[in-house]
């Protein structure tokens, strides 16, 4: 392919940061590096010519396999979820785990990714939720974490409940959303409410 400068590429990350070979929680990580970095060892595009980078998260929290989980939920209410969300392999169906929104998790990938923008998707899984519970430290022992520590054993989630919303302009939609943004320290650019492309608000 000829070079050429004044063309836009976009790169898309497969799996999420935390199965990154590097900076995941290893050893259940997977072979290769899933963070930016993969984007200049896995192409050889110069750092330099990066000038975007777009984290896509979930409204909640969902891992494929073994790992540490501190926000995962079980019985009933994982149920729910799971299949409110349809969260099931693509190609295995194998049900994911899922939890509550990680703040501490989602605010180092942040960093780690040097994320401008973030997209929340699925936010129209949680609605009709009286509340919504988000994890924004861990407690470990003595100490409160808003990064993740070295080990994420006998670590509790320390939550903060907002109010749930109906529907896309419930204005506890805005709330929550606005509250991920000050957590992250991270404007969220667009909001998906469904699998289809054209089901995004751009904020």
Known sequence: MPYAPEKNVLFEGS??????I???????VT??????????TGTGVPPGALHRVVGVAKAYTTRVGNGPFPTELHGAE?????ERGNEFGATTGRPRRVGHLDLVLLRYAVMLNGVSEIILTKVDVLAGMDKVRVAVAYRCGEKEYRYPPPTLADCEPVYVELKGWKDLKDPNLGRF???VEMETKTRISYVSYGPKRDEMIKR
């Open 15 to 20: 799996q999420g940061s935390y199965l990154d």
């Open 31 to 40: 072979s290769s590096s899933t963070t930016v970095g993969g984007v200049f």
């Open 78 to 82: 994982a149920k729910e979820l799971r």
């Open 177 to 179: 959303l606005q509250f």
């Open 22 to 28: 590097e900076f995941g929680t290893y050893p259940y």
